[in-house]
């Protein structure tokens, strides 16, 4: 066994990323250092946090700054350091241990709904941009792919464990942790998804299927009809007409409709379209005409049914 000074967490938003780091440093007794703590600390000593990524030196240097903070303060009291690409910063650094934990998809914006008492589609909105800006700062001022599980000791899913559960397997894996034997060579523990949907879906129609299809392989996430837009209401206030798009694509806050019913039955979408924007202006929504559905599947190859 060795001794570990400095362990490192990354993990995806709301993958309970914080709880366990919360846990292990009350376990173990480390000091809990996180983004807001080390970026005050390394101010103190004179070092901002870089305002462009086109400065390369002032990045190399606030690195090499949180590194030479980090290996001070682990001198009395080893530390437990969260996010802000730890793993990166203490790579190949002896008695240190890197811990990556995620969760699928669905359960991050399950979380997120309950948590801030979102529907849906904000949920999975605030996931997408949560992500997107933790990617531009691993991709972009580290210059590495910080979801390879080859950079880890260990790599959790939360979504089979609750926090007791993950918490003492981390702790496990920490005091069991011994120097890795050096292969040369790495291999991916896991296929790097970004699929929303997991579990099985009923589409109402199978150019549904074909358009999901598409959407997966080109790792553009998205959920299907995940919110209903009441367009009429009677005298009582009860909703008369509704519209479902059949598409969200989070990333793009984009909804998509596909029509690939018989032209004069399209009428009938383009008007509940229209409707949707006088009452929604905010909300974006792109219709897919049956000619370029066509075209699409065309273009990908794939049979029209």
């Known amino acids: 066994m060795k001794k570990i000074v400095v362990v490192t967490i ?55 700054e949180v590194r030479e903070l980090i290996i001070e303060l682990s001198a009395t009291r ?7 690409g730890g793993q990166k910063i203490f790579d190949n650094m002896p008695d240190t241990f890197h811990a990556l934990v995620v969760s699928s998809p669905e359960i991050r914006i399950r979380r997120i709904m309950e948590k801030y008492n979102q529907d849906s589609v904000t949920a999975s909105r605030i996931l997408a941009e949560q992500d997107q800006q933790r990617e531009r700062f691993h991709s972009r001022f580290l210059g590495v792919d910080w979801r390879n599980p080859c950079l880890y000791h260990i790599v959790l899913n939360t979504a089979w464990y609750d926090l007791p559960e993950a918490g003492e397997l981390f702790l496990k894996a920490i005091q069991g942790s011994r120097e890795a034997p050096d292969t040369g060579m790495g291999q991916e523990l896991r296929p790097r998804s970004q699929d929303l949907v997991r579990k099985k879906i009923l589409f ?27 367009l009429e209401w009677d005298g009582e206030g009860n909703v008369v007409e509704a519209f479902s798009p059949d598409f ?13 019913q018989r032209q004069k039955l399209v009428w009938k979408k383009n008007r509940k379209v229209r409707r949707l924007k006088e009452l929604y ?17 065309s273009k990908f190859g794939v049979e029209e049914h």
């Not at 080893?78 to 802000?84: A, D, N, Q, S, T």
């Not at 969200?248 to 690939?260: A, K, M, S, V």
């Not at 202006?281 to 599947?297: M, N, Q, T």
């Open 10 to 64: 990354s993990r995806e938003t709301e993958s309970l990323g914080d709880e366990i780091a919360d846990y292990i440093a009350q376990k173990m007794d480390f000091q809990l250092i996180g983004r807001e703590r080390v970026d005050e600390l390394v101010r103190e000593r004179g070092k901002g946090f870089p305002e462009t990524i086109d400065d390369q030196n002032s990045i190399t240097e606030w690195l090499r």
């Open 204 to 230: 109402s129609h199978p150019s549904e299927g074909e358009f999901a299809r598409i959407l997966n392989f080109y790792g553009i996430r998205w959920l299907y009809e995940p919110r209903t837009f009441p």
């Open 78 to 84: 080893p530390v437990l350091f969260l996010g802000r």
């Open 248 to 260: 969200y694509l989070p990333d793009f806050d984009l909804f998509i409709e596909l029509t690939t």
């Open 281 to 297: 202006p905010e909300v974006k929504v792109k219709v897919i005409y049956s000619r370029d559905y066509s075209h699409l599947l």
